[in-house]
């Protein structure tokens, strides 16, 4: 069973900035995509921004350009630099982790944390 512990959220004003940290109890270096989602109240879960095994990143695009995705392998951990926070940022953030194996493919989710962004 893997593991996500995430850190890093709270309550900014518009135009601060927070980062996010994702810990993941296995190799990252191994998953297929890791990544933030986020929900709003009332709302579907939405992609921030990914980063596959292959080092490629993308983005939701509310956050491009605003939000940046980063891994520390040897940590195995996963970052979100938010600048330029908006309210309507404003949701519980999740992190997320897919792997492989020979059963298929297996998603793996973290308990959110909310970030909060007052105008």
């Known amino acids: 069973q893997v593991q996500l512990v995430e850190s890093g959220g709270g309550s900014v004003q518009a135009g601060r900035s927070l980062r996010l940290s994702c810990a993941a109890s296995?190799?990252?270096?191994?998953?297929?995509?890791m990544g933030w989602y986020r929900q709003a109240p009332g709302q579907q879960r939405e992609l921030v921004a990914r980063?596959?095994?292959?080092?490629?990143?993308d983005y939701g695009d509310s956050v491009e350009g605003r939000f940046t995705i980063s891994e520390d392998n040897a940590k195995n951990t996963v970052y979100l630099q938010m600048n330029s926070l908006k309210p309507e940022d404003t949701a519980v953030y999740y992190c997320?982790?897919?792997?492989?194996?020979?059963?298929?493919?297996?998603?793996?989710w973290g308990q959110g944390t909310q970030v909060t962004v007052s105008s």
């Open positions: 980063i596959t095994s292959g080092g490629t990143t």
């Open positions: 997320h982790i897919q792997t492989s194996s020979w059963s298929g493919f297996h998603d793996y």
């Open positions: 296995v190799s990252i270096s191994r998953a297929n995509t």
